[in-house]
């Protein structure tokens, strides 16, 4: 499994880097890696990561057509970089909640996991940090610096080092993607 990790790591490197600039392959990424790291995940007993890792595959689907269709309005040449709308906040916070217990109810009383909460925390926020990105919303950094530092830590616990250093730079680089994207954004309007 190890060889597998470290290619899911550099694809994910190159997901980032995409991310980062905002590019529309970073759907082609946001498909390869999900496919490596349902192996990885399940052989390391992180059953909730690895079903997110379903949902990431098809949430790059989603992705690549909401930024390459999606646009909010009609001249322009892609789907833009915006705020996230206020309206949506308690829906996605109910959401949040439901995935964070529904999938905790799983872990706990149909699989070994020995960190069930974590694993439905990062699982339950990146449900929704991958439907930000995918609106391009700017706050999607935001929720994946918690994924990130949460992640890197259950995946040292685990073992995962390869997978928790890619965690930490992904930390570390959301924060500059932020100011990267603001700094699109802005220059945008």
Known sequence: METLEIIGTVVGLIYLWLEYHASIYLWIAGIVMPAIYLFVYYDAGLYADFGINIYYLLAAVYGWLMWKYGKRNKDAKELPITKFP???????CVIFLVALVGIAEILIHFTDSDVPWLDS????????????????YIEQWWVWIVVDVVCCGLYIYKGLYFTSFLYGLYAIIAIFGYYKWRKLMLNAQ
Do not use: D, E, Q
């Open 86 to 92: 206020l309206k949506y906040m308690i829906a996605v």
């Open 121 to 136: 925390f990062t699982t339950a926020l990146s449900i929704i940090g991958m439907w930000m990105l995918a609106r391009k």
